[in-house]
Nanobody, 120 residues
Framework: QVQLVESGGGLVQPGGSLRLSCAASGSFGSFNAMGWYRQVPGKQRELVAR???????DYADSVKGRFTISRDNAKNTVYLQMNSLKPEDTALYYC??????????????WGQGTQVTVSS
């Protein structure tokens, strides 16, 4: 089993910054990608940013130029640096890891979520 431990969420003023961290642990030897997704009540969960083990990144258009994802492969940890935060960024943020399995397939594990609230 794989467990994801998230940290860094909280309440921040508009224009402020937060850094989310997510550390993966468990019985896996490698991963395809790690990333962050967020969900607002009444909306589907959406990709915020993800990064492959090799460092290829993918960002939602709404966060490009403001958020930066990075990873430490040795620690199986992914970070999300969030700058210039807007009220629209308020959401429950979920850490994700995609791990290869048998039969040339993969499986997604999810963290419990960390709340980010951007408000004055």
């Amino acid at each position: 089993q794989v467990q994801l431990v998230e940290s860094g969420g909280g309440l921040v003023q508009p224009g402020g910054s937060l850094r989310l961290s997510c550390a993966a642990s468990g019985s896996f030897g490698s991963f395809n990608a790690m990333g962050w997704y967020r969900q607002v009540p009444g909306k589907q969960r959406e990709l915020v940013a993800r990064i492959s083990r090799g460092g290829i990144t993918d960002y939602a258009d709404s966060v490009k130029g403001r958020f930066t994802i990075s990873r430490d492969n040795a620690k199986n940890t992914v970070y999300l640096q969030m700058n210039s935060l807007k009220p629209e960024d308020t959401a429950l943020y979920y850490c994700n890891i995609n791990i290869p399995t048998a039969w040339a397939r993969s499986y997604d594990y999810w963290g419990q979520g960390t709340q980010v609230t951007v408000s004055s």
